[in-house]
């Protein structure tokens, strides 16, 4: 609590303030290939019901063009900057394959106050393409704008906007954040990785670390549940007639039953689903039983999913899943649909045919994806998104701080591929690691940051106290799920178990 009482108490601890007048000036900012679109003073504007300082709203746009493609791009950005300013910057993580403007109010993690409430200046990107509807992914075809979603606008925003604070209030920012989950996670990576001297801290949460492989694995799940799923007239799977709520629901109970212990206390709950290897062959349907069991071609499906893409040689085209009882599993596989097409999220996801394909092909169907020979194809893709590298050499050597935080019921993205590449770290830095970077795995909790395991932990806190305080994240917790309960937040390779000496939760490697 103490540390939350000082991240709060940051916005009457402002040194820097700007006027209106100021505000109203950064219309005419000059700067190489920027446009501002708006330069605006906002006093008591609210957002979600949050009340927000008094601020000066910044609108703009960076490298405006004519695309290959015949359509118009730009990075786009919002800069919120308050009048109150704590001479810190916070960069907002995006999501998806981003796309438009979020509000740059500076989300924090769950349960925790918004930075600009703080008194941070916040700012937010389209990621360079903005197409009127953000499932439109139609930028993949257009060469420039793939590379500036992948990792060239972030930096062009973070440059601009540290230079609109300077312009603002006069000073550059003391201290510059990164904080984003999901594709904000891997954006928050690409920093460390590319652009490493722009920021002093960054947690990345979730993060689509490899977007090419990540899309692999969603199209091997498809393969999987098509092969099996009931078909329509016309011989299309219908997936929600294969697996649904109630089937689920058999198969995290046996998670639950099977791994509950391995925490070192059995309390109908799983605290260390990394530990956890379920066999569900005694789930399935015997002696003609209809009820409260599986086919075998349901706990088949299961197990794959989880076990990963293959090709035919056996060869691993991504990572496995981690069993977790509190995951997402449905809304990503399954979804609702009770007719063709299937809307789960990897179904009808279409960044794989233009984003991740080289060259794209719009036409793609990922019902007929080859594991032999389509995967290449993706690895040209992979060289501008993902954050394949441990070489974290600059970052690390220019003071940064690195905090990396995975649900273990993320079934979109594996908390798995996100253990695999911080090994990595580990193994190039050695006893190292842990003064710059760190990593913690939250069982029960889902790509969206909730879940049933403990979710609630003061993310901007623990960066600012390892930034400013050279005070690392140690002797945390993390509170919230379903039952409610604290849990110590435990580094990798650590894990949560309970102590039966001090009756009491801890870490143990």
């Not at 995290?252 to 689903?273: H, N, P, Y």
Request: hydrophobic share 40%; aromatic share 10%.
């Amino acid at each position: 609590m103490a540390l939350i009482t000082a991240a709060t108490a940051l916005a009457s601890a402002a040194s820097a303030e700007m006027s209106e007048d100021t505000c109203s000036a950064l219309a005419e900012f000059a700067y190489p290939d920027l446009r501002i679109e708006v330069a605006e003073f906002l006093s008591g504007a609210t957002i979600d019901e949050t009340a927000l300082p008094d601020h000066c709203r910044v609108e703009g746009y960076l490298e405006e063009r004519v695309g290959s493609d015949g359509k118009r791009y730009a990075t786009g950005f919002e800069l919120r900057m308050p009048v109150a300013w704590n001479e810190r910057f916070y960069f907002q993580g995006g999501g998806g394959t981003d796309g438009s403007i979020r509000p740059a109010v500076g989300v924090n993690t769950i349960g925790h106050p918004q930075a600009l409430t703080l008194g941070f200046a916040v700012v937010s990107t389209d990621a360079g393409h903005n197409l009127g509807d953000r499932a439109d992914t139609s930028f993949g075809l257009e060469p420039k704008a793939r590379v500036d979603w992948g990792y060239n606008a972030i930096d062009l925003t973070a440059t601009v906007s540290k230079a609109l604070l300077q312009a603002a209030y006069g000073i550059w920012p003391r201290y510059s954040y990164f904080m984003g989950n999901s594709n904000g996670g891997r954006q928050g990576l690409i920093f460390a990785l590319r652009h490493p001297n722009q920021f002093d801290g960054i947690l990345a949460q979730n993060p689509i670390r490899q977007q090419t492989r990540g899309h692999v694995a969603g199209a091997w799940s498809v393969r999987v549940l098509a092969e099996r799923a009931p078909k329509d007239a016309a011989g299309k799977p219908i997936f929600t007639q294969f697996l649904d709520d109630a089937d689920f629901a058999l198969l995290t109970r046996e998670i639950t039953a099977q791994c509950d212990e391995l925490d070192g206390l059995k309390d109908g709950v799983v605290d260390s689903a990394r530990l956890c290897s379920p066999d569900f062959s005694a789930l399935e349907c015997r002696d003609g039983a209809t009820e409260e069991c599986l086919s075998r071609d349901q706990i088949d499906a299961f197990t794959l999913i989880h076990e990963g893409p293959v090709n035919s040689a056996g060869e691993e085209l991504y990572v496995p899943f981690a069993y977790d009882a509190g995951s997402d599993f449905m809304g990503w596989h399954i979804g609702d649909a009770d007719a063709f097409p299937n809307n789960g999220r990897k179904a009808r996801n279409t960044s794989m045919h233009n984003v991740f394909r080289d060259p794209p092909d719009p036409d793609f169907d990922v019902y007929g994806f080859d594991f032999d020979t389509d995967p290449v194809s993706m690895n040209a893709a992979a060289q501008f998104t993902d954050a394949a590298s441990a070489d974290l050499d600059a970052f690390k050597g220019a003071g940064g701080r690195l905090i990396v935080v995975h649900g273990m019921g993320d079934s979109g993205i594996s908390a798995v591929d996100t253990t695999r590449w911080f090994e990595t770290v580990q193994n190039r830095y050695g006893a190292e690691t842990g003064s710059f970077a760190r990593l913690f795995l939250l069982t029960g909790v889902r790509h969206d940051r909730t879940g049933s395991g403990p979710h609630v932990f003061p993310g901007l806190d623990m960066l600012m106290a390892w930034v400013e305080d050279g005070s690392a994240p140690d002797h945390r917790s993390v509170s919230g799920g379903t039952p409610s309960r604290e849990r110590p937040l435990c580094a990798f390779p650590g894990y949560v178990t309970w102590e039966p000496a001090t009756e009491s939760w801890g870490c143990q490697e």
